[in-house]
């Protein structure tokens, strides 16, 4: 059988920035979004604990394609949407390049 959503959306809600950023507002608007698309059968937006990418946020990652978007905004999510939920290419203009792997942190 598999797995049972095509892709899983990761939304950082906790940690010291993602909820000041606006991250519970990105996750309802993506949830939103999936829904009113009729692909809640397809693609699963969850609430994540902190992603340690703190000072980058919202935080969004989409698996299983590895991709991590920064700063996504609750106005983002129709362009994720319709870009690479659906299989679309990355969207550039958010797409996430940490200086390393692991925490990457920025100073409070």
């Keep these: 059988m598999g797995r049972p959503y095509e892709k899983v959306v990761l939304v950082c809600i906790h940690g010291r920035n993602c909820p000041r950023q606006g991250s519970i507002e ?29 000072g980058h946020g919202p935080m969004v990652a989409i698996e ?9 905004t609750a106005e983002d999510a129709p362009e994720l949407l319709s870009g690479p939920l659906l299989g679309g290419p990355p969207l550039e203009r958010l797409l996430y390049h940490p200086d390393g792997l692991g925490k990457n942190v920025s100073p409070p």
């Design 26 to 54: 990105t996750c309802e608007a993506l949830r939103e979004a999936v829904f009113t698309a009729g692909l809640q059968d397809k693609i699963r937006v969850v609430k994540s604990g902190c992603l340690a990418q703190c």
């Design 64 to 72: 299983p394609d590895g991709t991590w978007y920064c700063s996504v």
